[in-house]
């Protein structure tokens, strides 16, 4: 289905996540270009198995939005200008609703499938997104470092936890949205680095989904 959806509906389906704050008539407008422009390109290359619109808005767009709401009320956005880094961020979550969630942030959205890489690039376009950019790469190779880096989704927690740490400036945050299945380890390995846990937040309309947020001492 690529038909719009109405204003009202998508507020619906995000107000769980955003904690009884009104979305802006221009957050709804922006998520609504993007959706638009997801499922255009999914037809044509596998951005997400999720396929219907209001499961995107929530599971998607909600969840993402969910974490800026966390990073926000944990101090991360303090202190402008705040650097974000987005690793492996497929078809841009959470990284481009915490940017219309924040936009004054600086984000890098790091993607290294080029077609994902290239939808980043036009959503950056579409959306009119100012301080943004895509790093079309491995994240190990970036060469950089962020205030915030964000990860979700990730398969091999164990070996990306490592390099997502490398990037982050000091008394930065790691930004997790996991199943909570992925507690153990990420537990252990937050034990063997320079890593506190900060926050740790149950999704809306989930009893396994956390967003998690370390910070490096």
């Known amino acids: 289905m690529l038909s719009a959806m109405d204003s009202a509906r ?70 402008p200008p705040v650097s974000l880094a987005d690793v492996g961020s497929g078809a841009g979550f959470p990284g481009i609703p915490i940017k219309l969630f924040a936009p004054e942030l600086q984000i890098t959205l790091i993607e290294s499938q080029n077609k994902k890489a290239t939808f980043l690039k036009e ?55 996991v199943n909570s299945s992925s507690r153990p380890m990420y537990s252990k390995l937050a034990r063997n680095t320079e890593l506190v846990f900060n926050v740790v937040r149950i999704m809306p309309e989930s009893a396994n989904r956390h967003v998690v947020v370390v910070k490096m001492s």
């Open 123 to 177: 959503a950056i376009r579409t959306l009119e997104l100012e301080n943004s950019e895509v790093y079309p790469g491995r994240a190990e190779h970036w060469g950089k470092t962020a205030r915030i880096v964000t990860m979700r989704a990730v398969e091999r927690l164990e070996s990306v936890i490592p390099v997502a740490t490398r990037l982050l400036s000091k008394g930065g945050r790691l930004c997790l949205l």
């Open 10 to 79: 998508m507020a619906a389906l995000l107000a769980p996540f955003l904690g009884g704050e009104p979305a802006s008539a221009d957050l709804l407008a922006w998520l609504q270009s993007y959706l638009d422009l997801l499922l255009r390109w999914n037809v044509r290359i596998n951005l997400t198995s999720v396929r219907d619109p209001e499961q995107i808005v929530t599971r998607h767009f909600g969840e993402s939005l969910f974490a800026a709401r966390v990073l926000r009320d944990d101090g991360a956005f303090t202190c």
